[in-house]
């Protein structure tokens, strides 16, 4: 049988080659799986075509089972899991928790919906194989190469819950029985299936595996993973080792060759264990050694994967930032987040911040006020009522780690805008933090909540310091004087509506507004002006797309042919004048961040605010009349003169008001008959109408 016959979906990507034997030979069954990831691997830069390959695949292996007497059960078991592999590896390492759920329940069942809510996975077909005398050995084979992926994702997103509590015991026996021979996979899944007992209570099971990978750290200090299992040892709380966990980073930091990645964790995990003055002793080691992986990352080229890494070097080095946090050490705190950033001292913000961090039970900035790690039900709550709301799967990371509740759908649901509000206001104290900013004098937040959080939008409806989010950390520049304007008018519905209303405030206050439009709306031209220093403000009326699952994707999309790629923004460069200009991205998700990691400048405002230019846009997807209306108040205010952090608070604050205040308002300004289709369709604003505006410097 030629391997296009047996796979029939996805013939037309395969070779014309046969099949090497019968499929109720393991043998066979491997030697298939290797010609079908390698076409995957060839797949794998271009993840739709992998995806809809894999698919196909594992579709035909449905078939198989079912219809081919000569495919015996345990050959599809093993088949599934080795192909579905390749796609949840490439998720793993993309740090993409929903394609891991995807192709994790893919691996063990029938191909799965994006869309599902959640998978029943019976793996009693599993569990015959790992026991069958012929295909035991390949079962446990490909069951390995997924156990890191499973565990993982289960401790670090709270998902694929009944996946890992139904594969922990045959999981558990293989580490067991394999972890002598040291070989790397087994040693991966040890970690993560030790971390995963320790959090669901295990601690018989988790200190006799952590024993076991503690014989074989000080047994073998040179083999390849022992830098990771000296972190995890050193690391896990509580302890899953004979020795004390400090004595072990001690001793793995003398012993052991460590790539600057490791001996980082490693000296933040002793850090934290210190006192006050021990770490402030030790920080400028701490410190240097941060610089150092800091400029190991800058050497990507790919945007997009700095961000990545910097996230993993959080995950690393998080629990410092807290201690700092907690100690109430601002000048150390800052000094770390902009070294983490990649922020020379000359270039750090002078002035005051108020750090945002996730805390698990609730948003957290008072120094000596850490919440109740364990305590994250409110985090919980908000995950899942942004999930509700927005229609959109949403990462956040808290004190622990983090979380993954619904998959994502696309649809926004302003029926569960309530639930939204509400645990938004159960879980930051609105209250609290506006006293605390105004005691502190703060001059921004640097946020490390979830990324679409709207603390400035929450701010003003409370008639709180509606302050800019640093998502650069550098010191910005002052503000220019706004002379001229370039409206980029695009094909959104409300487009032209919002082009009217721009000329006709920026016209009485005699700033001259050029609106390009029609064949003129090109990426070329757009990105040829935005690297000229010929407007005071760029503003963009357009759609936007920051797809979550694949962030990289994010664009402007100017016209139905016409998109600005987020690496193309990115990688333009900005005039230097001395003064900052004023990028507005009218846009839905134009102010998202790639909503897998905390404190994340990969999206579009994101990814170019920077002390030469400050960017307004929204978190979330923006309706067209709600768009209008925000853009018509902050062309009033910047008219008016007001700087650009000033006029975007007034304008948020002016979104809030009652309609008739708001229409009469607008109608003082002259605007009456172009604003009335957008403030008719802005009637009944809700959270979702006013919540997603977002000011970054």
Avoid at 334 to 339: E, G, I, N, R, V
Avoid at 418 to 424: F, G, R, V, Y
Avoid at 599 to 605: E, N, S
Wanted: contains cysteine; glycine residues 6%; aromatic residues 6%.
């Amino acid at each position: 049988m030629r391997l296009r016959e047996l796979f029939p979906s996805a013939a037309v990507l395969l070779p014309a080659a046969e099949v090497p034997g019968t499929l109720d030979a393991p043998q066979t069954i491997m030697a298939v799986a290797l010609m079908l990831r390698q076409q995957q691997f060839q797949l794998a830069t271009s993840p739709h075509a992998l995806d809809q390959f894999t698919l196909a695949v594992l579709s035909d292996i449905q078939r198989l089972r079912s219809a081919d007497p000569v495919a015996p059960e345990p050959a599809c078991v093993v088949l599934t899991m080795l192909v579905g592999w390749v796609p949840a590896q490439r998720a793993y390492e993309h740090t993409q928790p929903l394609e891991m759920w995807r192709w994790l329940h893919s691996s063990f069942g029938a191909p799965v919906d994006l869309d599902a809510g959640s998978v029943d996975i019976d793996l009693s077909p599993l569990d015959r194989a790992l026991r069958d005398g012929q295909w035991g050995q390949v079962a446990q084979f490909a069951l390995l190469m997924l156990i890191p992926i499973v565990f993982y994702l289960n401790n670090t997103a709270h998902s694929a819950e009944d996946l890992a509590r139904q594969l922990y015991k045959p999981a558990l026996a293989l580490c067991q029985r394999r972890l002598a021979a040291a070989s790397e996979p087994v040693v991966e899944a040890a970690l993560h299936l030790v971390k995963y007992l320790v959090w669901q209570g295990k601690r018989r099971e988790a200190c006799a595996l952590g024993r076991e990978l503690e014989d074989l750290l000080y047994a073998r200090p040179s083999h390849p993973m022992a830098g990771a299992i000296a972190v995890l040892l050193a690391g896990e709380k509580p302890p899953v080792t004979r020795r004390q966990p400090d004595a072990i980073a001690g001793w793995a930091l003398e012993q052991l060759t460590l790539n600057p990645y490791t001996a980082l964790s490693l000296k933040t995990l002793l850090a934290v264990q210190m006192e006050a003055s021990e770490r402030a002793a030790m920080f400028p080691a701490l410190l240097s050694q941060l610089r150092a992986v800091i400029s190991l990352i800058e050497q990507e080229q790919d945007k997009a994967q700095r961000s990545r890494d910097r996230g993993v070097v959080w995950s690393m080095t998080g629990p410092l930032v807290y201690a700092l946090l907690q100690a109430g050490d601002v000048e150390h705190l800052m000094q770390w987040l902009s070294a983490w950033y990649g922020i020379g001292p000359g270039e750090r913000r002078s002035g005051r911040c108020v750090v945002l961090a996730a805390g698990g039970s609730r948003a957290w900035y008072r120094p000596g006020t850490a919440p109740d790690a364990e305590g994250d039900s409110a985090l919980v709550r908000l995950t899942a009522a942004m999930n509700a709301a927005l229609g959109r799967s949403l990462v956040t990371r808290g004190l622990s780690d983090a979380m993954l509740t619904t998959p994502a759908t696309g649809r926004k649901s302003f029926g569960a805008v309530d639930e939204l509000k509400e645990a938004l206001l159960a879980y930051i104290d609105l209250a609290d933090l506006t006293e605390f900013a105004n005691s502190e004098e703060a001059e921004a937040f640097v946020s490390i909540l979830p990324s679409l959080t709207p603390v400035q939008a929450l701010l003003a409806h409370g008639h709180g310091p509606v302050l800019p989010l640093a998502v650069s950390l550098r010191q910005p520049m002052a503000d220019r004087p706004v002379t001229t304007v370039q409206l980029w008018c695009g094909d959104a519905p409300f487009a032209r509506a919002e082009a009217d209303v721009l000329e006709t405030v920026f016209s009485y206050a005699g700033i001259h507004c050029d609106v390009v439009s029609g064949d003129e709306v090109t990426r070329s031209n757009f990105l040829a002006s935005y690297e000229r220093d010929d407007y005071d403000v760029l503003w963009v009326a357009a759609h936007g797309r920051h797809p979550l699952m694949d962030p990289d994707d994010s664009s402007i999309v100017l016209t139905s042919t016409e998109q600005v790629p987020l690496q193309d923004l990115a990688s333009a460069s900005l005039p230097s004048t001395g003064q900052r200009r004023l990028l507005v991205l009218n846009t839905c998700d134009s102010a998202a961040a790639n909503a897998q990691g905390p404190y994340d400048d990969h999206g579009l405002a994101r990814s170019v605010a920077d002390p030469r230019q400050a960017v307004i846009g929204h978190l979330w997807p923006v309706p067209g009349g709600a768009a209008v209306v925000f853009g018509a108040l902050l062309a009033c205010e910047l008219a008016d003169g007001t700087g650009f952090a000033e006029a975007f608070a007034t304008a948020l604050r002016g979104m809030q008001d009652t309609w008739h205040n708001l229409a009469r308002r607008l109608g003082d300004r002259g605007l009456g008959e172009q604003i009335a289709e957008a403030l008719d369709d802005y009637r009944d604003p809700t959270l979702l109408d006013w919540g997603s505006p977002a000011f970054l410097e």
